[in-house]
Nanobody
Framework: QVQLVESGGGLVQPGGSLGLSCVASGIIFGFYTMGWYRQAPGQRELIARITSGGSTNYADSVKGRFTISRDNAKNTVYLQMNSLKPEDTGVYVC????????WGQGTQVTVSS
């Protein structure tokens, strides 16, 4: 059974930082492109993605502020979020893509003073 379990969300003030983690089980993690999406009512937006080879890409809105990384030995993908803005608020969902696409349940991030 494939599971993607996110953690690290919470409430943070504008300008603050948060680090998210997503632990995968049931897949050969090193084969998969891993991504973080932000979900809002009616839409899901790609925030950052890292391939099996370590190549990354980011949404324009987070470039220079967010960093995605992975640790294949720990089956974990991370998202370090700095200089957070209120518009970064949302449910952050982990995604794994290879021959099949899997989704986590998400973790809430709220940026508010």
């Amino acid at each position: 059974q494939v599971q993607l379990v996110e953690s690290g969300g919470g409430l943070v003030q504008p300008g603050g930082s948060l680090g998210l983690s997503c632990v995968a089980s049931g897949i050969i993690f090193g084969f998969y492109t891993m991504g973080w999406y932000r979900q809002a009512p009616g839409q899901r937006e790609l925030i950052a993605r890292i391939t099996s080879g370590g190549s990354t890409n980011y949404a324009d809105s987070v470039k220079g502020r967010f960093t995605i990384s992975r640790d294949n030995a720990k089956n974990t993908v991370y998202l370090q979020m700095n200089s957070l803005k209120p518009e970064d608020t949302g449910v952050y969902v982990c995604n794994a893509q290879y021959s099949t696409v899997y989704w986590g349940q998400g973790t809430q991030v709220t940026v508010s003073s």
